[in-house]
């Protein structure tokens, strides 16, 4: 049901107040969420840490749903990130109730007499409106998932079948399901939501891509060991052979079209690389023709992974161009690839910049430079198509 001018008026007339306290509504929102502990633990707890980047996101998302109230329309690929990311986390319908009542309650919290009886109310319908097309699109991601073959919903159970050393930092796990059963194959680019119960922590969330090609029998994770995580470190020195891991179905947005109709630019940075290589994998299967640039930059050949993968894929696929960077290489790096890093005048000087699509996947230092370096360049928004690790505030800014 349509907005009524009344809210569309009152919900813009917010919006200076949403510039200056954005952030501070929301933190306050997840706050109040968080007291219920089921709610919480719908959420990946690594995004509410010190960097606060869910919060941020979060404030960057309702600004722009106030300035494009009247418009919708223009939030359609924000609205399906977010559809796709619930789908992995398994919201549902009941869960949306406790959204509302801690946003509404925030806003009162931080705006005070501001925020009126008709601000709010009109803030609450035009929560509903949106809530409703998430859970309606919600609703048919989930079906999709349950009827397809090897498909499932909520959590199944996976056995850890092989790791495998791919670098100094990134280790790969090969999962089976413990059914015996096939697998929902993944469109190249999707990832897993895993929960994991670890000793000394509240039930845990993460999402890693899928780094192998689509089939019908195993995925395949390639996980970057981070100082500080708690995941990636347990993955990493307990998960061998015969662990169980329980994961959602696949999800996400940023995959490899059906068919491609351009050359397509595969552009990663460290692990950023996983989605990509799926993607990669998808192509020399079925469109061994298609002009495909592989650009991967990272720190020197002790932490790039898959060189070897990549260099057998280049021999067989002509129209392949692979091209590494190493940002600090070591001696025995010289002449294995560009030194530095991957810029906006390389790409400029040596990618179809007017005919590509582009595929971007890595750390946020890296997408900020290269998503925002591109478009300055002049491709066009819809052939940047990027992912990473945790949610998209600045890029979204940006």
């Known amino acids: 049901m349509p907005l009524s001018d009344t809210t569309i008026a009152l919900v813009k007339a917010t919006i200076p107040a949403l510039e200056a306290h954005g952030l501070v509504i929301t933190k306050r929102m997840y706050e109040r969420m968080f007291r219920n502990p089921e709610i919480r633990d719908l959420f990946n707890q690594s995004h509410h840490g010190e960097t606060g980047s869910q919060p941020k996101a979060l404030a960057t998302a309702v600004l722009a749903y106030a300035r494009n109230i009247d418009d919708p329309g223009v939030l359609a690929g924000a609205v399906e990130r977010i559809a796709q990311k619930h789908a992995g986390l398994l919201i549902l319908p009941e869960h949306y109730p406790h959204v509302a009542e801690a946003l509404l309650g925030a806003i009162g919290d931080v ?4 925020a009126t009886p008709e601000i709010l109310a009109a803030w609450g319908e035009a929560y509903w409106a949106l809530a409703d097309i998430l859970i309606g699109r919600e609703a048919q991601l989930y079906h999709a998932m349950a009827v397809a073959p090897g498909g499932w919903t909520g959590w199944r159970r996976f056995v850890v079948a092989e790791t495998v050393q791919e670098s100094d930092l990134i280790t790969s796990f090969v999962l089976t399901p413990e059914d015996g059963g096939t697998v929902l194959r993944h469109r190249p680019g999707q990832y897993l939501t895993f929960r994991l119960s670890l000793p000394g922590h509240t039930l845990l969330k993460r999402n ?4 192998s090609a689509p089939d019908d029998a195993t995925y395949r994770i390639s996980v970057k060991r981070e100082p500080l995580g708690a995941v990636s470190n347990w993955l990493h020195d307990q998960a061998g052979p015969g662990t169980v891991l329980e994961a959602a179905a696949p999800a996400g947005e940023f995959t490899l079209p059906e068919r491609p109709e351009r050359p397509v630019v595969l552009l990663s940075g460290g692990v950023g690389l996983t989605p990509l290589l799926s993607m990669l994998e998808e192509i020399a299967a079925r469109h061994p023709r298609l002009e495909t ?3 991967h930059g990272a720190l020197n050949g002790a932490t790039q992974a898959f060189g070897g993968r ?13 091209t590494t960077f190493h940002e600090t290489p070591r001696p025995e790096d010289a002449g294995r690839a560009e030194p530095g890093r991957i810029t906006r005048e390389w790409l400029a000087a040596n990618t179809p910049l007017d005919s590509a699509d582009y595929y971007l996947c890595g ?3 890296f997408l900020r430079t290269l998503v925002g370096g591109l478009a300055a360049a002049g491709v066009p928004a819809q052939r940047i198509h990027y992912e990473f690790f945790g949610p998209a505030d600045e890029l979204l800014a940006a």
Do not use: F, H
């Open 111 to 114: 705006l005070g007499e501001a």
């Open 208 to 211: 890693y891509s899928i780094s």
């Open 293 to 295: 640039q592989w650009v």
């Open 310 to 322: 990549v260099a057998a894929l280049a021999e067989r696929l002509p129209a392949l161009r692979v």
């Open 363 to 365: 750390p946020k230092p």
